[in-house]
């Protein structure tokens, strides 16, 4: 369903954008004008707090969508409310908001996938939120690697690898209060199922 999905989006007209590692997409209060399709590489959603903080929403990878929320919001208020930062060298396919708008009212079932995808973001960021609040750091945290397993695991022999490069400060970030410093105490003094921790959290976890 949701490589149809991508597919007819593929034919609404646009253009392909590259971004190289560590470059912005937009930045949040950027006029919303574009809807994206991940092509290739890795887009990092993050949101930069007042107090310094930055909280790693999620990664977006090939077939996967940015950009969603701004559609059909109104002229005076449509922003992009977050920031998207390439972590690898991407490519992104780039849709104007009134382009696809037309387009969504002539392909209802379109428009219905787009609601589904829309409905899945909120649900996991609420999940998330959830376990912060209810679990704690060490909640947050395992909470956090459940997602990146879920998303980027690979099955072997001896456990189940990520195979996404992070480093303690993404790592962190995705955790939102948790800091590098807990992170890296935490992973020294407790016996938590993980074969190996490398600094670049490149790693097996075993059951």
């Not at 977006?60 to 920031?83: A, K, M, Q």
Request: hydrophobic share 40%; net charge neutral.
């Amino acid at each position: 369903m949701k490589e149809d999905l991508v597919s007819m989006l593929f034919e609404v007209p646009g253009e392909t954008v590259r971004v190289h590692k560590g470059d912005s997409l937009f930045s949040e209060g950027d006029p919303a004008e574009h809807f994206y399709i991940v092509k290739s590489g890795i887009i990092s959603i993050k949101k930069f707090v007042s107090t310094g903080h930055v909280l790693a929403l999620r990664l977006v990878s090939e077939g996967n969508i940015i950009g969603e929320l701004p559609l059909y919001g109104d002229e005076d208020s449509s922003e992009y409310i977050f920031n998207a930062i390439a972590k690898t060298d991407a490519e992104v396919y780039s849709i104007r908001y009134e382009v696809l708008e037309q387009y969504l009212e002539a392909h209802p079932k379109l428009a219905i996938g787009l609601l589904k995808i829309l409905s899945e973001h909120m649900r996991k960021q609420h999940s998330k939120y959830r376990d912060l609040i209810l679990y704690g750091k060490k909640g947050a945290f395992y909470s956090t690697l459940v997602r990146l397993v879920n998303s980027y695991g690979v099955k072997r022999a001896d456990g189940i690898y990520i195979s996404v490069a992070l480093t303690n400060q993404e790592l962190a970030e995705f955790c939102s209060n948790l800091s590098t410093a807990w992170y890296q105490s935490y992973a020294r003094r407790e016996s938590f199922p993980m074969k190996s921790i490398t600094w670049s959290f490149t790693t097996w976890i075993t059951s």
